[in-house]
């Protein structure tokens, strides 16, 4: 089966510019996640969806992230404006009803300058 | 709140040397614990996890770990690693959602 796919794979943007990720979970996941990874740490989740709807957001800054699961399938991640500190690869996983197995995406490493 | 914390940033090993990663968890309530592996510019990949059972797991590439309630730990161990081992490890915990904390992550080198 296709793993979860991730575009654009690099981006490199000025700060209080706008950028945009895309995902496309695996086929019948109903669960997808994002998390952002910043050099030299572990994932940190930004946003869990259960098909289009929000399990948890508690850690993604509102004031500049946003994300939507139309339709439960693919996934937006949209930063605006964007921030030297969010220089960092971001990260879609998705699962199926067995949650704890989390399928990952190759990721988008944003630069930010 | 649930935390991890991986006790060595950088392993450096000999080919065929045995290796543990360690990795120390904290959670007020039940927890289901995994290891992933992370090759250069690639995704996460899932090694092993422990969500109940037996304490003594197996993951893929001959990799193991086991999980030591009283003591919060699930290191991670290989009898014999190979040049292709070489990759960050990271340890990670969830609860009954599926929202994964991770530690900082373990840069394993092997050596020729």
């Known amino acids: 089966e296709a793993g979860v796919a991730q575009s654009p794979r690099y981006k490199i943007i000025e700060k209080r510019q706008s950028v945009a990720f895309w995902c496309n979970p695996i086929?019948?996941?109903?669960?997808l996640y994002w998390y952002q990874q910043i050099l030299g740490q572990g994932p940190k989740l930004l946003i869990q969806f259960q098909n289009n709807g929000v399990v948890d957001d508690s850690q993604l800054p509102k004031d500049r992230f946003s994300a939507e699961r139309l339709k439960g399938v693919d996934s937006t991640l949209k930063i605006q404006p964007a921030k030297l500190e969010d220089s960092a690869v971001y990260l879609c996983?998705?699962?199926?009803?067995?949650?704890?197995?989390?399928?990952f995406g190759p990721g988008t490493r944003l630069t930010v300058t | 709140a649930q935390s991890v914390t991986q006790l060595d940033s950088q392993v450096p090993v000999f080919e065929e040397a045995p290796v543990e990663l360690r990795c120390n968890y904290s959670?007020?309530?039940?927890?289901?614990l995994f290891w992933y592996v992370q090759y250069p510019n690639q995704g996460l990949q899932l090694l092993l996890k422990?969500?109940?059972?037996?304490?003594l797991v197996k993951g893929i590439n001959g990799f193991e770990a086991e999980f030591n309630k009283s003591q919060t730990s699930f290191h991670l161990r290989k009898p014999s690693v190979h040049i292709s081992d070489t990759a960050e490890y990271f340890c990670a915990v969830s609860g009954v959602l599926g929202k994964l904390t991770f530690g900082q992550g373990t840069i394993l080198t092997v050596h020729p």
């Open positions: 086929s019948g996941h109903a669960t």
């Open positions: 996983a998705s699962s199926s009803i067995r949650i704890h197995e989390q399928y």
């Open positions: 422990y969500l109940s059972g037996s304490t």
């Open positions: 959670s007020s309530v039940s927890v289901y």
